[in-house]
């Protein structure tokens, strides 16, 4: 068991290697934060569950630092504001939860980056929905069909499996290809 699990993990990342749209979408997307960050913007994340822990590591990558020392950049997970999350869930239920932190505090120019598995968390689409109004760039991490994100978001980063584990594990690790290349064009020469 413990063999197949790892070689099914190498099986959806070959797969993301032998994906050159796939491939220039995780470009384009690097590029999209860059762009975002030098022009005084933010990028913020949102998931639930293990996507969450996704999103909150991914934003730490962000606003702490990455491969080496250098200034925070503007990058926050949503759901780490225990207090709002739990109020706003009481009184407007959870679904609103993300569509309503970014309708206080997504504004236009602003990124933001949700990770579902699936692509169809009803609390994710209807942020991705408020961020379209605030105009700001919209990403979708996923599974590989992308589920209703697909047709919401300006970029899906979908993954070549089904299976839930092996899709976290490549959102991470595209995630740090992300960071990695976010950091190398902002701080150049390190």
Do not use: W
């Not at 925070?72 to 239920?93: I, Q």
């Not at 990124?111 to 605030?134: H, Q």
């Not at 690790?173 to 902002?186: L, P, W």
């Amino acid at each position: 068991m413990i063999e197949s699990r790892i070689q099914s993990s190498i099986d959806v990342k070959q797969k993301i290697l032998n994906d050159k749209v796939l491939l220039e979408k995780i470009e384009s997307v690097a590029d999209m934060l860059v762009n975002a960050l030098k022009n005084g913007h933010k990028i913020l994340f949102c998931g639930n569950g293990g996507s969450a822990a996704d999103a909150q590591h991914l934003a730490a990558e962000l606003s702490g630092r990455f491969y080496f020392d250098r200034d925070p950049l503007p990058a926050e997970a949503l759901h780490c504001n225990t207090s709002y999350l739990t109020a706003v869930a009481n009184d407007y239920g959870y679904n609103a939860v993300y569509a309503r932190m970014i309708k206080g505090s997504g504004f236009e120019g602003d990124v933001l980056i949700g990770l579902s598995t699936s692509g169809n968390s009803t609390n994710i689409l209807n942020a991705f929905e408020e961020a379209r109004n605030n105009k700001m760039k919209t990403v979708a991490m996923t599974g590989s069909t992308g589920g209703k994100m697909k047709d919401v978001v300006d970029v899906l980063l979908n993954i070549p499996s089904d299976d839930t584990p092996r899709i976290q594990e490549s959102h991470i690790m595209v995630g740090h290809i992300i960071c990695e290349i976010v950091e190398a064009k902002i701080f150049p020469g390190h």
